[in-house]
């Protein structure tokens, strides 16, 4: 079975600032997919980013980028330059032959 | 490209009635479909996975006879809340995966059920 762990429940980050949060997973597998998703109050999920696991590269989109560290089973997101709009709730999700397994989330806050 | 929609986006019930929650895949054929239930400031349970055509996997301590789920095409999936009780309110969410591409889920907006 695969875990995944967000030991962050909630996160607060300045505008411009930049905050990162930490997931961790476990599994036996070594072909897998890693997303985070986002989820606004308006709780539509978003997916904001996602990693293969065989790519070493880590993977970025605009304002957000991962490190994705195999060995250690680790899988942080980094959110630059914050935004008001970045406030939401944050899901780091393991996915293997199709089925997401999503971790208890954090949520951030930005300051304006 | 991608949509999924519900429907409802909110639906208030009395005790011991039925409730049935649409999940589509507009622009897509969805072989394989997710329900999910999230309660207030909490992660998202998978309650079960329906394939286009066949009978719903269900998870460890998800009642098959209260929540019936039906996959009848590749573009609807339904979800049917048998005899609701209080205890059924809950954020439901469902998400389609396409044809070929089992590395990502596309999600709906959300269903929130209020039984009274």
């Known amino acids: 079975a695969q875990t995944v762990t967000q030991s962050q429940p909630e996160m607060s980050v300045q505008e411009a600032e930049t905050v990162t949060l930490s997931c961790t997973y476990d599994t036996s597998e070594s072909d897998y997919y890693l997303f985070w998703y986002k989820q606004p109050p308006s709780r539509q999920m978003i997916l904001v980013i996602r990693?293969?696991?065989?790519?070493?590269q880590n993977a970025t989109e605009n304002r957000f980028s991962v490190n994705f560290q195999k060995a250690a089973k680790s899988f942080s997101l980094k959110i630059s330059d914050s935004q008001l709009g970045d406030a939401a709730m944050y899901f780091c999700?393991?996915?293997?032959?199709?089925?997401?397994?999503f971790g208890a989330g954090t949520t951030v806050t930005v300051r304006a | 490209g991608a949509v999924v929609s519900q429907h409802p986006s909110w639906v208030i019930c009395k005790s011991g009635t039925s409730v049935k929650i649409e999940c589509r895949s507009l622009?897509?054929?969805?072989?394989?479909m997710f329900w999910y239930r999230q309660f207030p400031k909490q992660s998202l349970m998978l309650m079960a996975t329906?394939?286009?055509?066949?009978?719903?996997?269900?998870e460890q301590g998800v009642e098959k006879d209260k929540f019936l789920i039906n996959h009848a095409s590749l573009t609807l999936s339904t979800l049917t809340v048998t005899s609701a009780h209080p205890e059924d309110s809950s954020f439901y969410i469902c998400?389609?995966?396409?044809?070929?591409?089992?590395?990502?889920?596309?999600f709906g907006p959300g269903t929130r059920l209020t039984v009274l």
């Open positions: 998400s389609a995966q396409e044809r070929g591409n089992d590395n990502e889920q596309f």
């Open positions: 622009d897509f054929q969805a072989t394989t």
């Open positions: 999700a393991y996915n293997k032959r199709g089925k997401l397994s």
């Open positions: 990693q293969e696991a065989y790519k070493q």
């Open positions: 329906s394939n286009e055509g066949s009978k719903a996997t269900y």
